[in-house]
């Protein structure tokens, strides 16, 4: 008991302990609330990918496979729920007659799609498309106003061409409207009889058939969709049996990957030729990876340093616990006396800086749960205060600063913090241990 | 004649300087019976002090034995000597070493936590708490129970460390030099207090003092020179 006791008594006598205490505070509330901001930031931004793709992608379908069988061998698997053709090219889209729009805020949107000019240009077909994704609903989606609404059916042809959708952001910025006559630009390597190769310009004139939008930006400012029979009767003539992706929606979202893996297998055996499979399936998190890695390996970064700084922290805590070691061993040679052993009486100081951590996580924990609740108010504050907006919210389609706080991680925080400062305060307390009691007792 | 609760046997203590050794004790038979008080006088540097740690358990000894109650106690590991330490002997010293952060009470309070948990002492804590006002009360100091030692004077300060030495109830004391630092008036009344106590509680007490009007009030008086005791 009188270890306790004491290392309390010690502790509340000197306040600069407070020092150690809080800077194991600091160091718990950062890990805290940078870690669970970059989660909530990771969960938002996959369940926006997520919003914007299909479960699963088989792509990388050569040439010369056949759809039908393909779709057929995707559709045999138990697990899935829809199949929709995909074709993939790339254009520019621009208005006859009319100036290119001014470039948008530079850094805004690189990340986000809508001021470089190349566009994805999805060839789908709409009834199919609806079965695996959202597609209908991005069509409806609240934020489209009526004059940009896509009226007649999807990708159907109007009176004056064939239309093509286009997404809300770049509809509002390039200054479209609905029934606005554009040109697709793209290009393709065809054959030139003599082996080789040269790109040949392909231009399409469309008519913009209304507005999507997806929860993720950054897909709608780099995609447009026109109809897959379109696409195909223009680069590819010769392969009307062909779509070069399949989008494939799941039943059970729990098994995506061992599904993936089935439908891989599936297509391989059904994409045959001189004993080679062909086709990739690739769920939508393994075709984001990059991007959904490149934000957890900010997180796994920023988990570095903050941790580094815990140990600074603690090292604050040692120079305090010392000074108090220096000040206390005269008390060594009294508390032995008493009945104490040198290894009980040292651990007045292992308590005294297990008291100091404990305490420094509870309140870290504590503070860092609160703000990372609070978050959008925070960031609000500091708005309104300084002027500096932490975390740019519209840029992500958000209404709140994300914040995710994972039980888990807090418990590793928690774990982390009173290893480490354990583990320092092990130091005081075997300078303590290794005072001759004696040497008080004496009188000096 | 009362048992011996302390005895030394035959005791050498040496110190190591570097390579050299020097004789501090060199053969101390001493032995202090129940209810006995004695008086070890000797010359500075005589080994008094290191005598007294020594019985006390508190420094173990060269060669020879230290007999509680008359069994072999220099032996016994660490933990078991520490415990022995809190219940059989209780110490004052001549500097008090009462800790500062502590007021007079719980500088009493302590005595009586070293040997339980945390547990064991929340069960305990109100008639822990009764006994160490008891106590406090006992050597005159109910009003200063929530005194820190720099608010006691130095004889004050000394019957806080009598009362914390009493607090586990032992059957020695063990005091050394406890008037050294005190003006003649206030040593007398200390002195006083201290004898009161061990006849009250038959205990056997150890003093080592440089005054012979005090060591002239013990049953025995023993002197120490260049380590032995003087026949
Ligand atoms: N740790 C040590 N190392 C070496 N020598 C020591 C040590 N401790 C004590 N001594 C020596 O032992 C001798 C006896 O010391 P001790 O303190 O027992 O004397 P004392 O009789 O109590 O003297 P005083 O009346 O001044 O208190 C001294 O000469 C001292 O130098
Ligand atoms: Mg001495």
């Not at chain 1, 939008?213 to 680069?235: C, E, I, P, Q, Y």
């Not at chain 2, 160490?132 to 006691?152: C, I, K, S």
């Not at chain 2, 030495?165 to 003649?184: I, W």
């Amino acid at each position: 008991m009188y270890r306790l006791f004491l290392a309390l008594r010690y502790l509340l006598t000197r306040p600069i302990n407070v020092l150690g205490m809080a800077g194991i505070t600091i160091s718990v509330w950062a890990l805290v609330v940078v870690v669970s901001l970059f989660s909530g930031f990771l969960q938002v931004v996959e369940s926006h990918v997520h919003a914007a793709s299909a479960d699963v992608v088989v792509g990388d379908l050569p040439a010369w496979s056949d759809w039908r069988k393909v779709e057929a061998a995707l559709r045999d698997d138990p697990n899935v729920a829809g199949v929709a053709p995909r074709l993939l090219h790339f254009g520019i889209l621009s208005r006859p007659g009319h100036r290119p729009p001014t470039p948008p805020l530079p850094g805004r949107s690189a990340l986000h799609g809508g001021d470089q000019p190349f566009l994805f240009v999805q060839g789908v077909e709409p009834v199919a498309e609806t079965e695996v994704t959202g597609f209908a609903g991005w069509l409806a989606d609240p934020a489209i106003p009526s004059e940009l609404r896509c009226e007649s059916a999807p990708l159907a042809p109007a009176a004056a061409g064939p239309t093509v959708l286009v997404g809300l952001d770049r509809m509002r910025r390039d200054g479209l409207r609905r029934g606005d006559r554009v040109l697709l630009t793209t290009a393709q390597l065809r054959g030139d009889g003599k082996g080789g190769k040269t790109p040949v310009k392909v231009q399409l004139d469309l008519v913009v058939g209304g507005a999507f939008k997806t929860a993720h930006s950054g897909f709608d400012g780099n995609t447009v969709f026109v109809a897959a029979s379109l696409l195909r009767t223009a680069m590819f003539p010769d392969q009307p049996d062909w779509a070069p992706e399949a989008a494939v929606r799941v039943r059970d979202a729990a098994t995506l990957d061992a599904t993936a893996e089935r439908l891989q297998r599936a297509v391989i055996a059904v994409v045959e030729r001189d004993g080679h499979g062909f086709g990739t399936a690739q769920t939508w998190r393994q075709r984001n990876a990059q991007f959904l890695e490149s934000i957890a390996h900010q997180r796994g970064l920023m988990q570095l340093v903050l941790v580094i700084i815990m140990v600074v922290a603690a090292f604050l805590m040692l120079a305090t616990l010392s000074m108090m070691v220096t000040e206390k061993v005269s008390d060594i040679g009294i508390l032995t006396a008493m009945g104490g052993t040198p290894r009980g009486v040292a651990s007045v100081f292992l308590a005294c800086g297990i008291v100091i951590t404990g305490c420094g996580v509870v309140a870290g924990l504590a503070l860092g749960v609160v703000t990372g609740v609070y978050l959008e108010e925070v960031r609000r504050a500091v708005r309104w205060t300084t002027g500096i907006d932490l975390f740019p919210i519209d840029v992500y389609n958000l209404d709140r600063v994300p914040c995710a706080i994972e039980p888990m991680w807090l418990a590793q925080v928690a774990g982390m913090a009173l290893a480490v400062g354990i583990l320092v305060s092990f130091l005081p307390a075997w300078r303590a241990a290794r005072h001759d009691p004696l040497v008080s007792l004496r009188g000096l | 004649m009362n048992e011996t609760a302390l005895q030394a046997v035959a005791v050498h203590k040496r110190y190591r300087l570097g390579r050299q050794e020097i004789p501090v004790l060199r053969g101390v038979d001493l032995a202090v019976a129940r209810g006995e008080t004695v008086a070890l006088l000797g010359a500075s540097g005589a080994g008094k002090s290191t005598l007294l740690h020594v019985l006390g358990l508190l420094d173990a000894p060269s060669a020879g034995e230290i007999r509680f109650d008359g069994r072999r106690v220099d032996d016994l590991p660490v933990r078991e000597r520490a415990a022995l330490r809190h219940r059989h002997v209780g110490f004052v010293f001549q500097f008090y070493h009462l800790i500062p952060e502590l007021t007079a009470l719980q500088n009493v309070l302590l005595a009586q936590m070293m040997a339980i948990s945390p547990l064991a002492y929340w069960r305990v804590r109100k008639q822990a708490r009764a006994d160490a006002e008891a106590m406090l009360e006992r050597v005159g100091l109910q009003d200063r129970l929530r005194h820190r030692p720099t608010e006691l004077s130095g004889g004050e300060r000394q019957r806080v460390a009598i009362a914390r030495a009493l607090m586990a109830s032992p059957q020695a004391l063990l005091a050394d030099e406890p008037t050294g630092n005190l003006d003649s008036h206030t040593a007398a009344g200390v002195c006083e207090l201290l004898f009161d106590i061990q006849r009250q509680r038959g205990l056997a007490l150890l003093l080592v003092t440089h005054d012979e009007g005090l060591a002239r009030r013990c049953h025995r008086t023993v002197r120490m020179k260049d380590g032995v005791v003087e026949r």
